[in-house]
């Protein structure tokens, strides 16, 4: 097999949608839904409409971030004529194959869960956050965020991470070796700090008070174990 097949887009009929070329429940090969490059493609429309430019396409959003999935799927159509297979179902399948939850289906709509640019009222639950979270930032800041706290920034949300391998691959996007912050959620919602729960390992607040921050040294086992996988990763690149 090539490596493309292992990221097609397929459906298991009794484990549901899943990135790959066998379900991770089963092992059965599922049924095909879209490739690699497809569902790369929608995903970036995906975000580009429903996070930060829902006119770029020409559809309506309500003020807690829902788009018609009818409407969204017609303008694709229109603008990006090789897309002309796309229906309803697809949205629910590039939705409930993504481990991140970066997007949500409810009916006949769609919306994405976090990473908004344009300001909504998302209406996201607020049960069920985890004792601990994790945020990324610049080893040189950590001293000024245990003073002064985290902000959004020019972001509507911070994003805090449910694990510190989440926080990790997040930080990782801008900041070759991210450091970790670790929030005490309890003592925070406690202090009445609200903190929304986004996708599967997203969580949001406005901003979280220096009071409730701690540093994750380098030495945590599980950021050694990252980092020591980058540098093979990055070895591995130069010999190529």
């Not at 770029?56 to 309500?62: A, P, R, S, T």
Request: aromatic share 8%.
């Amino acid at each position: 097999m090539s490596a493309a097949l292992s990221t097609m887009l397929r459906q298991c009929r009794a484990h549901g949608h899943f990135s790959g070329n066998n379900c991770p429940t089963c092992n059965a090969e599922g049924k095909f839904i879209m490739s690699e490059r497809e569902s790369n493609s929608l995903g970036r429309m995906l975000a580009l409409v429903l996070r930060h430019s829902p006119e770029k396409f020409g559809v309506e959003m309500d003020l807690n971030g829902w788009v018609n999935i009818r409407e969204l799927s017609e303008a694709i159509q229109k603008q990006r004529r090789h897309f002309h297979w796309l229906r309803s179902w697809h949205f629910e399948a590039i939705a409930n194959a993504d481990t991140k939850g970066r997007y949500q289906v409810e009916g006949e709509t769609i919306r994405a869960t976090y990473g908004h640019s344009i300001e909504l009222e998302l209406d996201l639950p607020t049960d069920n956050i985890p004792e601990a979270l994790y945020w990324p930032c610049e080893t040189e800041a950590v001293e000024t965020h245990l003073e002064l706290g985290i902000t959004a920034g020019n972001r509507n949300h911070v994003h805090l991470s449910k694990t510190i391998a989440n926080a990790m691959e997040a930080g990782h996007v801008r900041i070759s070796r991210p450091a970790i912050l670790e929030i005490d959620t309890t003592r925070a919602i406690a202090d009445g700090q609200i903190i929304w729960r986004a996708g599967t390992t997203v969580f949001l607040c406005e901003e979280m008070s220096a009071d409730f921050l701690y540093h994750v040294g380098s030495d945590d086992p599980m950021i050694q174990e990252i980092v020591a996988q980058w540098v093979i990763e990055e070895e591995q690149k130069e010999e190529e």
